[in-house]
């Protein structure tokens, strides 16, 4: 019995230990729980929220981009995609053998879906071809109890209906690059497109528009629960152009076989009623990504297709650039309107000759005979006295030499050549002879297409310094300031931008006209206008001798460029044109007849004279 | 030394046995076993299906089993204890070789309504064959290496049958509880710290018989980091999902980790973490108060009995409750690794509320024969 007890003794005391240990054990329970949830509470509690919420991004739908009468040019079109989802789907490559049955599935999406698969998890559903048509779509839906876990999903893709048509002013979208991300979790959604050029690009804040946000719940393998919270975006601005569908479709027709630039302005506005550079492109093509080869194309071709000419062609104006230093002379007195010269065909300069385009000359010709016959003589006598400074001044009044500031990326300035500029830019002094040249619109100085139509614009709209625009603006809104600004005179007087119309009516309708060949019968629809023709190379002294200057004799590149610019009415000009054909030829043969088409078109239409839209921007 | 075995507790009717019953254990377990169905309620997302109504099922089965066993004589089981004890082993050693249940993977025998797993029944009868041989040594018995061979043999068996599986939770928890039982039973404090060298001395061994992917799984359990996506991030998720519950909790049926399934397991191993996410720390307090009443009854019980065999068997089965309770409330706040420990009485599944309920059933068994003289010797004399 005393080993009993001594047992009984030994037992409750080693309880008593086992007791003490467990309670020190079940403290250490509390205590680690007491850290977990009072201590580090507030911690946890953000990491469990940042389990199960979930910020995902609403995109808006891009604004679209109209003509001046509300017509469509930029659009967002339904994209009917097919889906599958693996979860749903007893064997993916059954499913997708099943599905190509019905559709044409290609090898590489096929790889590529299967590949999509093995990676995401099952519920996230994998695209396999986008941009389907009606028929693929009916065939789907009608076999879908075939098709486990294959879904049609509606998502948006732009869509320009023109197609090529204005391509070069309304740009194209296409997928964010790595560059362009600034943070914007919009530009990190798949599938994102921004605007790469055109409106597209430079309006791109106005038609992206705001994203929406939605907060949903998901579980462990983020699978959406429920939507906590969302707050829906603002979708993008439509914005409206002062473009005319109809005259943009017309002017786009009429040079497509060209390498050439055509822009209509409205005269009193400002408004860019047609701006075209041929050849164009397919902007739907960048859409859903461009193939290698198709870029290759684009970036190659000779004839430029992806640059705007309209605003990025630099070309010498020729002929063309003959009522400057006319109002050149006028204006700073050096010639009175009745000032004659007489042209032998040449004239001696210095040790140099410079030679008229007529090799016989023109005789006695005044200022308006100057013009209408393009007589070289009188332009290099009148630009010999007036000299460059002053030609380049009145020049930079028509809008020559510099950014015009229109709302298109890619504008180029052009060249208006002043001794500064040459003694700066090339280190030597300017030649007088330079002048002459620069006085028949050849050597340095170069303009772009929209600049040669803002020139005649402002030549026939009595001198007002309007500023082109592609955008339409509200009458009251902010863009008000700009508007009275256009409205300022330019300064120069009435009497001579008259005189020098009379020339350019002349151009066209007087009887010694060098574009007498287009001129319009009739007073309704008449136009006046300018020819030139723009050296693209020097022609040197054998040439000249031996006498080859046919056009066609040369190889294209190095043909001249035909120019012309004009305008219509002749009473009351509303429209101004200009025209630039690359390595056309002659102006009068090559780009006078498509400015007459398109001003008999322009004033078929009247644009400047249909009801306005009621405001530049639309939600 | 001749010690009669006293009749006067042996002619206990069977009403007055049942008014022995410790009626406040059976009203704690009752209470634990309430709190357990709410946490599978919640944990079906506020249904009753598929794991609440099961378990309360099993509760009814397991309470009436625990309420049988506790009025079978004491003898009953000190007769048969080593009988008992033999059965388990065979049933453990047949479905780790003889490979029941699909690949292997399920290691569970089906008694019908309750699937049992050998393993969960084993760490009772561990205890109850232990208690049965040392009721009988003396002091200097206790000195003698030779004398603890057989009851070390009773411990290994089934604890290397575990580590072969390998099963970590469940042969840490038998060499523990079986420890206990050698402790408590008055083993010299010497011999444990022998028994603890000839382990390290045993485990280089023993580790070149291990095959690669049970050497694989066994630094997994030791080093879960080394298996960040699988046992760490568990581990990771339910310590989030407790740190979020705070000072009270979510509310039942608003913890939103486990709701959103961020917690793996969460009607099983896990529903601890569901229990503080929802409830908060005073939730987890709350419960631990529940365990801890339990013990104290089991340690009370176990002090009152007359015979050694019952402090032993009443002691062995609450530090097996303990070592239950501990494991998996430890693993779920990251003190301990990741092992298959249940939450006894709250965690989904039969065998391992069975056997808590069996443990619990010997406990009351051992308080309502507390008068109950078994002879050093046994019962033959």
């Known amino acids: 019995m005393r080993s009993d007890s001594d047992r009984y003794k030994s037992f409750t005391r080693r309880t008593a230990a086992v007791a003490g240990f467990k309670i020190a054990l079940l403290s250490v329970l509390g205590a680690r729980m007491y850290q977990l949830q009072v201590v580090q509470a507030d911690r946890y509690a953000t990491l469990a929220e940042e389990n199960r919420i979930n910020l995902r991004l609403l995109p808006p739908p891009r604004g679209r981009i109209l003509d001046r009468r509300g017509r469509l040019l930029a659009v967002n079109r339904q994209n009917y995609r097919v889906l599958m989802t693996v979860e749903r789907a007893d064997a993916a490559k059954d499913t997708l053998d099943a599905l190509g049955r019905f559709i044409f599935i290609g090898d590489g999406d096929r790889k590529r879906v299967l590949r999509e698969i093995g990676r995401k998890r099952s519920f996230v559903p994998v695209t396999v071809r986008e941009n389907l048509d009606w028929n693929e779509v009916a065939t789907i839906e009608v076999n879908a109890p075939d098709l486990p876990g294959v879904t049609i999903d509606v998502g948006r893709s732009r869509f320009y209906p023109g197609n090529e048509l204005a391509a070069h002013v309304l740009g194209y979208v296409s997928a964010v690059s790595e560059e362009e991300l600034n943070g914007d979790p919009l530009l990190e959604l798949p599938g994102f497109k921004i605007g790469k050029s055109g409106v597209e690009k430079v309006y791109d804040g106005l038609l992206r528009g705001t994203a929406g946000t939605s907060q949903v719940e998901v579980n462990a393998i983020g699978r959406i629960i429920r939507e906590l919270s969302r707050q829906d975006g603002e979708p993008g601005w439509d914005i409206s152009l002062t473009l005319d569908l109809d005259l943009q479709t017309f002017a786009a027709e009429r040079i497509a076989d060209e390498s050439a630039a055509v822009v209509v302005l409205d005269v009193q506005t400002g408004d860019v009623l047609a701006i075209v550079s041929t050849p164009s492109f397919d902007p739907n093509a960048f859409n859903s990504g461009i193939s290698t080869a198709d870029w290759n194309a684009l970036v190659n071709n000779v004839r430029s297709p992806l640059t705007n000419k309209a605003i990025a062609g630099q070309y010498s104006p020729g002929s063309t650039f003959k009522m400057i230093v006319a109002l050149a002379a006028l204006e700073n007195g050096v010639a009175s309107p009745e000032q004659t010269a007489f042209c032998n065909g040449k004239y001696e300069f210095g040790d140099g000759t410079f030679h008229c385009w007529k090799r016989s000359g023109h005789g006695r010709v005044d200022m308006v005979d100057a013009i209408a016959e393009s007589c070289d003589v009188f332009f290099y006598d009148l630009s010999r006295r007036v000299g460059i400074d002053r030609i380049a001044e009145m020049a930079g009044r028509f809008g020559l030499g510099h950014d015009l500031g229109i709302d298109l990326p890619g504008e180029r300035p052009g060249l208006m050549p002043t001794k500064a500029w040459k003694l700066a830019v090339q280190g030597v002094a300017w030649q007088s002879g330079e002048t002459l040249v620069a006085g028949i619109g050849q050597g340095f100085v170069l303009t772009t297409p929209l600049q040669l139509a803002v020139m005649t614009a402002r030549m026939v709209n009595g001198g007002r310094a309007i500023v082109p625009r592609i955008t339409r603006r509200e009458p009251n809104a902010e863009g008000s300031a700009e508007l009275g600004e256009a409205e300022m005179s330019i300064g120069v007087s009435d009497a001579h931008l008259r005189l020098v119309r009379r020339g350019m009516d002349d151009v066209v309708n007087g009887p010694t006209g060098t574009a007498r060949g287009v001129r319009v019968e009739g007073e309704a629809l008449a136009f006046g206008g300018k020819t030139g023709t723009a050296q693209v190379r020097r022609i040197s002294e054998r040439e000249r001798q031996i006498g080859v200057r046919k056009n066609e004799d040369i190889p294209w590149r190095t043909r001249d460029h035909a120019l012309f610019v004009g305008y219509a009415p002749l009473a009351e000009p509303r429209y101004a044109i200009a025209v630039v054909v690359e390595h056309g030829g002659v102006g009068s043969a090559v780009a006078a007849p498509i400015a007459r088409d398109i001003l008999l078109e322009v004033q078929r239409l009247d644009p400047a004279r249909s009801a306005p839209q009621p405001l530049a921007l639309v939600r | ?381």
């Open chain 2, 1 to 381: 030394m001749f010690e009669p075995i006293d009749s006067a507790e042996s002619e206990l009717s069977f009403f007055e046995k049942l008014w022995q019953i410790n009626w406040v254990v059976v009203l704690l377990l009752c209470a634990t076993a309430g709190v357990g169905f709410a946490m599978l309620y919640s944990a079906g997302n506020g249904s009753f299906d598929p794991w609440a109504s099961r378990q309360i099922v099993r509760f009814g089965i397991g309470i009436t089993m625990m309420l049988v066993i506790a009025l079978v004589d004491l003898k009953f089981w000190f007769r048969y204890a080593y009988a008992i004890y033999l059965v388990a082993l065979l049933l453990l050693a047949a479905v780790e070789f003889a490979g029941f249940g699909a690949m292997g993977a399920q290691r569970w025998i089906n008694l019908g309504v309750i699937q049992l797993q050998p393993a969960e029944v084993m760490k009772i009868t561990l205890v109850l064959a232990l208690a049965r041989y040392f009721h009988a040594a003396n002091m200097i018995d206790l000195g003698r290496i030779l004398y603890l061979i057989f009851p070390v043999l009773l411990v290994a068996g089934p604890t290397v049958l575990m580590i072969r599986q390998p099963d970590l939770g469940t042969a840490v928890m038998l060499a523990a509880a079986g420890g206990a039982v050698f402790f408590l039973a008055g083993v010299r404090l010497w011999m444990f710290g022998v028994a603890l060298a000839a382990l390290l001395a045993v485990v280089p061994v023993a580790w070149h018989f291990l095959h690669g992917y049970q050497k694989k799984r066994i630094l997994t359990f030791l080093d879960p980091g080394s298996d960040p996506l699988g046992a760490g991030y568990h581990i990771l998720q339910s310590k989030i999902a407790l740190g979020s519950g705070a000072l009270f909790g979510k509310g039942f049926l608003q913890g939103t980790q486990s709701r959103l399934n961020f917690l793996p397991e969460k009607q099983t191993d896990f529903i601890f973490t569901m229990l503080a996410e929802e409830f908060g720390l005073a939730g987890g307090l709350g419960l631990l108060g529940l365990y801890f009443l339990l013990l104290a009854y089991g340690v009370g019980i176990s002090l009152r009995a007359r015979c050694q065999f019952a402090r032993l068997l009443g002691m062995g089965v609450t530090v097996t409750f303990f070592l239950y309770l501990f494991i998996n409330i430890g693993m779920v706040m990251g003190l301990l690794p990741v092992v298959g420990v249940p939450l006894p009485m709250i965690s989904y599944g039969g065998t391992a509320m069975l056997a808590v309920l069996i443990g619990f059933g010997l406990l009351l068994c051992v308080g309502v024969h507390r008068d109950t003289r078994i002879g050093r010797r046994g019962l033959t004399e």
